[in-house]
Every structure is written in structure tokens, then in C-alpha cells.
């Protein structure tokens, strides 16, 4: 099975994704994520204004089965939460980079390393063929 | 899912890729955590039926004239009180009372059936043979040559009905019985983990593939479907029956899980009685408990619960969102006095205290066909 790893954004090894724009961005976790999550049935959502580092755990979403910490691609303050995934984790599974995106954010200065979505579908596929 | 080498696979391994299953380890084995979704897998069992393969469970033969007393040292239950034909959960206990594996005795009236934990055979069949040696017994592990499914649910018995004689079908609750199914010889017994009415299908290795395919063509208009482990736990849990490793292992005893039905000091010396006739005189400091998450949180295993003034007092040892009642809910240990229902106390969540109640046990009432 493909997974859909859109090429303008960027990826992180937790398989979170991340739309920079400006001093701005948005961010959630990718198909293949969601897929190996399977039905999310709860998003532990951060506090607008909460600071975070780069690969800081910012919350989680959780399946039947487990929960999985939600880590920050960049370092940046939360200046939004997607409420609509309080009632409707389930976005994120029908829809993990449009309606299940999870926060915004005010980007810190001094962006670390971030993959492309080239880059990512190759370590996708480096772990599932392991 | 980086290192699945030297995992062991099941005869239907192929077919669980067919069908678009993902994999998991689990005990050692590459196993089925789901193939449609664990919630609708978890929906099929409790309204229609389900269709699990379980062939990584652990089969042990008991024979030999001295097979009744030497499963009456092994065991805390007393096997003289499970006639031919019939089956029950029974518990191997330590000289200290913490438990080596949970398990369940079917009587074939020639034999004796031991189904154990995969992840613990070789270390029960071991224990096994050590006890064996003043019994004139023959303990063999056919694991490997044996396929084990499990149909389960409410469509379970007439599903079974179609592929099988009516007596397998009208077995009673914990009946096991030799006989024919879809053409393939077959041991049937009306048991399971799921809290629902259903069998259990041990059949020879080599035969589980066309068993498998049978029972699938023959419920897929019924709403049978196949399902993986991640079901096995969500629906095992709903009905409070322990998961080894988690609510027992072997620095639990049976009477703080709440299992002190299945010992009988009364039967006769066996392996931990002791120990066990002492703990139960002492009564347990702490007890296995069910609770409802009241804050917002999901109680994993092995997260810390805290009384109202911050002092761990124990852990989570199953959590999950319960699918059939759409709460939040756990197991774990807390100090007798907070076991009641209705007691209150904290599950750390991601270092946030989450507030808890102590509730009833078992959260499902099982439906099982008595």
C-alpha cells in the first residue's frame, strides 16, 4: 500500500508532517502514521500559548490499542488547536493532512533538520521493508 | 516493526497478508493486531461473530495413569472436578503463590489438554516436565503441530452448525468434544476470550488453512470477520479476564486478581498451596481493580495510579477505550482500602494526575450460553 506524502510539506522521523509558512505553521501526522495507528479515538491537544522545543512532546493521539506522544518539528509556541478533533479524532484517519491537521504554531527562530517528502517515502519504506 | 527476525509465524501467516491484516510481534510470533479496524473487528464479535487465529497459543498433551494427580500438583483448580468432556481455567502457580501462567484443562477422557500463553510454553512445558519426574506421566508439547482458532460471538453457534454435526454445536458452556468439521477432524470446545458464546477449534497444523477457509466462506454473509489480536484484547479486557503479563504474572497471586475461585485448598496438597492457604488467612493488601477514567485521559499499562494526596500506590495494567461502552476505563492494583467502588484516585497520564473511580467488575457482562 502507497502512502500519501505530500510534496510541499515536510516530514520528521515520528512521522509527524509540517506546512511552514512565513513565521507560521501547521502540523499533524502523516497517512502512514494513521494508518499504523489505526482508529484514532482520542487527541491529547496542547494549551494555545504552551512552548515547546524541537522534538518536544506536545500530546498525543491515541487508538484503541495505544498512544502515541505527539513530538514538535520545530521548536515554537501553539497559537492554535484543531478543536473539531476533540468530538472527531477521527479526522485525522480520514484526512491526516487537511481536517485532522492538530496545531499551529509560531515558529522559533532556527528551524532543524526536516525531511522532504521524497525523503520520507524512502524511510517509510526502510522501516516497513526492515 | 524494525527487527522481526526470529519471529515465529503461524500456518495462516499468507492468508493474514491477503487479507490485508498488519502484523505485529506479540509473545515472539508475527500475529494479526487487526484487518478491518479493532473497533469495527471488536463490533463483529459482540453482535455477530468473529474469526480469530490463534494458533500461536500453546498445546501441551497430558497422558499416562498418573495424569489426574500429577495435573492436581500442578494446578490450584481441582481437575477431579472436570469430567470428560469438559474444560476449565486453571492457574500453575509457584511454591510462593505468584503465578506462571494462566491456562485452560480440557478432559478428552484419554487425555488431558493444556492450552498455555505463547509466550510462555517453553518456559511452562519446562516447569511442566520438572514437576512430572515422581508422576507416571507423559507431558508432550504438540504446539507446533496444532492450529488453534477461535469463533466467537452471538452468530458463533449456528455458524458452526453449517460445517459441523449439531452435537459440536450444542455443546455446553466448557464442553470439548472430538469430531468432524467441514470435513476436517477437529477438538471443538465451547470456549473463549472474549466474553461472548463461542468455540475454540484445535485441529492438526496442517489442516488450519482450509479450516480457516471454511469458517470465513460460510459466515460472510452472517457478519463473520476475521480478527487480530488488537479485538482479542479490547474484548477480553471488557469482560475482566486477566491478560498474563499484565493483571497476573508471577509476582501476583490469584486472590489479589480476584481469581481465588480457581484455587481449591480444599483438594489436596498442590504445587504453592501453602503459600496461598496463608496469603488467603492474611487477606491481600492489594487487589485488582477496575476503574472509569473520570477526567480526560486513557490509562495505559504500566502508568503510575496515585491516592488524592500524590502518593503512588500502584499501576495501571490494562487501559484502553472500551468500544461497547464508550468509556475510558482500566484494571491495575491499588491498595485494598481504594478498591471498593466508588473509591477515587489519580492515573498519571503524561505526568498529569487524571482522576479515576473505582467501578464494577467485569465493565461487560459476558454472554455466555449455560
Known amino acids: 500500500m502507497a502512502f500519501k506524502t505530500p510534496a510541499d510539506l515536510q516530514y520528521t522521523k515520528t512521522h509527524e508532517w509540517i506546512r511552514i509558512e512565513g513565521d507560521e505553521a501547521t502540523v499533524g501526522i502523516t497517512d502512514y502514521a494513521q494508518d499504523a495507528l489505526g482508529d484514532v479515538v482520542y487527541v491529547d491537544l496542547p494549551q494555545v500559548g504552551a512552548r515547546f522545543e524541537a522534538d518536544g512532546v506536545f500530546g498525543a493521539v491515541e487508538s484503541v490499542k495505544a498512544a502515541s506522544d505527539l513530538y514538535l518539528p520545530v521548536a515554537g509556541e501553539i497559537i492554535a488547536v484543531n478543536e473539531a478533533l476533540v468530538s472527531n479524532p477521527e479526522l485525522i484517519n480520514k484526512d491526516p493532512y487537511g481536517e485532522g491537521w492538530i496545531v499551529k504554531i509560531r515558529v522559533a527562530p532556527g528551524v532543524g533538520a526536516l525531511m522532504s517528502a521524497e525523503a520520507y517515502s524512502a524511510f517509510v519504506d526502510s522501516i516497513k521493508h526492515s | ?370
Open chain 2, 1 to 370: 516493526m524494525s527487527d522481526r527476525i526470529g519471529l515465529r509465524r503461524t500456518p495462516l501467516y499468507e492468508r493474514h497478508l491477503a487479507l490485508g491484516a498488519r502484523m505485529v510481534e506479540f509473545g515472539g510470533w508475527e500475529m494479526p493486531v487487526q484487518y478491518s479496524g479493532i473497533i469495527d473487528e471488536h463490533r463483529a464479535v459482540r453482535e455477530a461473530a468473529g474469526l480469530f487465529d490463534i494458533s500461536h497459543m500453546g498445546e501441551v498433551e497430558v497422558r499416562g495413569p498418573d495424569a489426574l494427580p500429577f495435573l492436581q500438583h500442578l494446578v490450584t483448580y481441582d481437575v477431579a472436578a472436570i469430567p470428560p468432556g469438559q474444560s476449565n481455567y486453571a492457574l500453575m502457580c509457584l511454591p510462593d503463590g505468584g503465578i506462571i501462567d494462566d491456562t485452560f484443562i480440557y478432559n478428552l477422557g484419554d487425555h488431558y489438554l493444556v492450552v498455555v500463553n505463547a509466550a510462555n510454553t517453553a518456559k511452562d512445558v519446562a516447569w511442566m516436565h520438572e514437576c512430572a519426574r515422581n508422576f507416571d506421566v507423559a507431558v508432550t508439547d504438540v504446539s507446533d503441530r496444532t492450529g488453534m482458532l477461535a469463533l466467537q460471538g452471538p452468530a458463533a453457534e449456528a455458524l458452526l452448525a453449517q460445517v459441523a454435526g449439531a452435537d459440536l454445536a450444542a455443546l455446553p458452556f466448557h464442553g470439548v468434544a472430538r469430531g468432524i468439521v467441514s470435513g476436517i477432524p477437529a477438538i471443538v470446545a465451547r470456549t473463549g476470550y472474549t466474553g461472548e458464546d463461542g468455540f475454540e477449534l484445535f485441529v492438526a497444523a496442517d489442516d488450519v488453512g482450509r479450516l480457516w477457509d471454511a469458517l470465513l466462506h460460510v459466515g460472510r454473509d452472517a457478519g463473520l470477520k476475521p480478527c487480530g489480536l488488537g479485538a482479542r484484547d479490547s474484548l477480553r479486557f471488557e469482560a475482566c479476564l486477566a491478560l498474563y503479563g499484565h493483571e497476573i504474572t508471577e509476582e501476583t497471586n490469584p486472590y489479589e486478581a480476584r481469581l481465588g475461585w480457581v484455587v481449591k485448598l480444599e483438594k489436596g496438597d498442590f504445587i504453592g498451596r501453602d503459600a496461598l492457604q496463608r496469603i488467603k488467612q492474611e487477606g491481600v493488601q492489594r487487589r485488582l481493580t477496575g476503574f472509569e477514567m473520570v477526567g480526560r485521559g486513557i490509562a495505559r499499562s504500566e502508568y503510575e495510579i496515585r491516592d488524592l494526596e500524590g502518593r503512588p500506590i500502584g499501576k495501571v495494567t490494562s487501559g484502553m477505550p472500551s468500544p461497547t461502552l464508550g468509556k475510558n476505563l482500566g484494571m491495575g492494583y491499588v491498595p485494598v482500602a481504594l478498591s471498593r467502588e466508588g473509591s477515587e484516585f489519580d492515573v498519571v497520564v503524561r505526568d498529569r494526575p487524571v482522576r479515576a473511580r473505582a467501578v464494577k467488575m467485569p465493565f461487560y457482562r459476558p454472554r455466555y450460553k449455560k
